[in-house]
């Protein structure tokens, strides 16, 4: 077993290491290295964060291949027509983040419409004794909410949000549930909606689907959420809304080129930036890791995976 990148807690490294002989490595190995060379025909499954995934080049370099199993929901760092074009097994770990990805999604847009980081840095500096002036912020009740991706995440958003007395609209490319809030088009959404919160899939199909157009529909008075990932927005466009007051805050937790952040958005008042943790807490990522390997373990007893993708 090849075990990728640096997420794994000590129950993981050891529940993996009981059943299978591993190999960690917290980057890509890669082919040429004698250490890895001389281990690579052996290797027979992957167990990798989502972030990390699987690059065409090592697949390629592991002829012995069977299953890949993903610490996370998101499977776009993973080349799925490689995988399927040899019969390689993939699963991923659904549900088990849903309800703390979903709360952090709407953390994030109580955050940046209630503008917390400066009223956090308002009380630090001292500036309250000073009675340094401050400008109310707006409400949530009576708003309109766009969801992009109504997947397992977006409805689990919509359902908080409802609590709020936010009113909830959609899009994604197919039918879902309540196809009386399903958006035409994804301007349309914007252009209804007072927040936008991203939680479709990333990948090759979401690639920069949020660009300038998008992005100023939402206006002076929006907010955007993205909990998705960094690609499938145009992050220069965003920056440029945002620094030019067409768009009115955002709330960020993934980005173009993790872990850089653009200066010119770490400068912005009227961001909140967090580092890609939606799914990080104690629950979330144990549930994560035992069905990570639960995975590869049932894959190798010869049962199906409990989570295919493929
Ligand atoms: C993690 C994620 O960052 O589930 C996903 O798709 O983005 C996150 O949960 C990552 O996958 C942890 O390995």
């Known amino acids: 077993m090849l075990v990728l990148g640096s997420v794994w807690s000590a129950e993981v490294r050891e529940q993996i290491q009981t059943a299978f002989e591993c190999h960690f490595t917290s980057g890509i190995p890669q082919a040429g290295d004698p250490e890895f060379d001389a281990i690579a025909p052996r290797i027979r499954g992957v167990l990798t964060s989502g972030t990390v995934g699987v690059t065409p080049a090592l697949v390629a370099s592991l002829p012995a291949l069977e299953i890949v199993s993903v610490h996370g929901v998101g499977v776009d760092a993973v080349p799925l027509d490689l995988l399927a074009a040899r019969g390689i097994r993939l699963t991923n770990t659904p549900d088990v ?41 707006r409400s949530l009740r009576g708003k309109v909410a766009g969801i992009v991706g109504f997947g397992r995440i977006g409805q689990a958003v919509a359902n908080r949000l409802q609590a709020f007395g936010v009113e909830i609209r959609y899009y994604q490319r ?20 007072d927040m936008l919160v ?25 907010t955007l959420v993205n909990i998705a990932r960094g ?12 620094e030019s007051g067409r768009l009115g805050a955002a709330g960020l937790d993934v980005f173009e ?22 799914s990080f807490t ?3 990522r144990r549930a994560m890791g035992r069905l990570a390997v639960a995975n590869l373990t049932a894959y190798f007893a010869g049962q199906p995976p409990l989570t295919p993708v493929v």
């Open 198 to 222: 991203l939680c479709m899939p990333g990948g090759a199909e979401t690639t920069r689907m949020i660009g300038a157009e998008v992005v100023e529909a939402l206006g002076p008075e929006g």
């Open 231 to 242: 690609s499938v927005l145009d992050e220069a466009a965003l920056i440029a809304a945002l």
């Open 174 to 193: 197919s039918a879902g549930p309540m196809p009386e809030r399903r958006s035409e088009s994804l301007l349309g959404l914007a252009e209804e909606s």
């Open 257 to 278: 080129r993790e872990p850089e952040v653009p200066a010119a958005l770490r400068a912005l008042e009227n961001v909140v930036l967090t580092p890609h943790v939606g």
């Open 97 to 137: 983040l849903t309800d703390d990805v979903a709360d952090f999604a709407v953390l994030l847009l109580l955050a940046a419409v209630r503008r917390l980081p400066l009223l956090d840095r308002y009380v630090r500096d001292e500036r309250w004794p000073a009675k340094a002036p401050l400008t109310q912020a």
């Open 282 to 284: 104690v629950e979330a």
